[in-house]
């Protein structure tokens, strides 16, 4: 009596990001480094980003990429991705945990920046706010939020952000005003 055939077991390359990381984003080149720890070599590898395709493929300038990393940095300073975290040291009697000096700096510079964009309600605003501040994809935010809650086509959100990351350049000095007119 015959019995079933089991498939043959498919063993995939753990050197290479797997099928289903590769769906979300294309990686850079590995860089091979020795671990500082055991001093063993490793071959590393950086997902790829928003701003990153988007400089490689020339959709942006330089400029408008550089903006856009100043951009994340004070968002990710300001505190602004909603992430909690737990204090470890923990004073006794106090109520609520106090901004730093720092934050409170960096809240007020990504304010003036989305200031300059026109407003969290604008299309550039609400774009810069959800893709380069925290990370959606170009993609997920036209099909989730879009602008005013409308889905957008790809193509009309990918515009969307270039045009934002124009003004954050303006903004930020990096483009002359000359240039831009």
Not at 28 to 33: A, I, K, N, Q, V
Not at 97 to 116: E, G, H, K, L, N
């Amino acid at each position: 009596m015959a019995g079933k055939r089991k498939p043959k077991r498919v063993i995939e390359d753990l050197a290479k990001p797997s099928k289903w990381r590769l769906q979300h984003g294309d990686f850079s080149e590995p860089t091979r480094d020795a671990d500082p720890e055991t001093g063993t070599p490793v071959a590393h590898r950086r997902a790829v980003d928003t701003l990153g395709q988007m400089l490689l493929n020339g959709t942006i300038t330089p400029q408008m990429h550089e903006a856009g990393c100043i951009f994340r940095t004070l968002f990710r300073s300001a505190a602004l991705d909603g992430i909690a975290t737990t204090q470890f040291v923990r004073l006794g009697g106090a109520t609520a945990d106090t901004m730093s000096v720092r934050q409170v700096d960096a809240r007020r510079r990504v304010a003036r920046a989305i200031d300059a964009l026109g407003g969290h309600d604008s299309p550039a605003g609400s774009c810069v706010w959800f893709v380069v501040g925290l990370e959606m994809s170009v993609r997920e935010w036209a099909a989730r939020r879009g602008w005013s809650g409308r889905p957008l086509p790809q193509p009309i959100a990918g515009g969307m952000l270039v045009a934002g990351l124009g003004i954050l350049a303006m903004h930020f000095g990096l483009t002359p005003r000359s240039q831009a007119a």
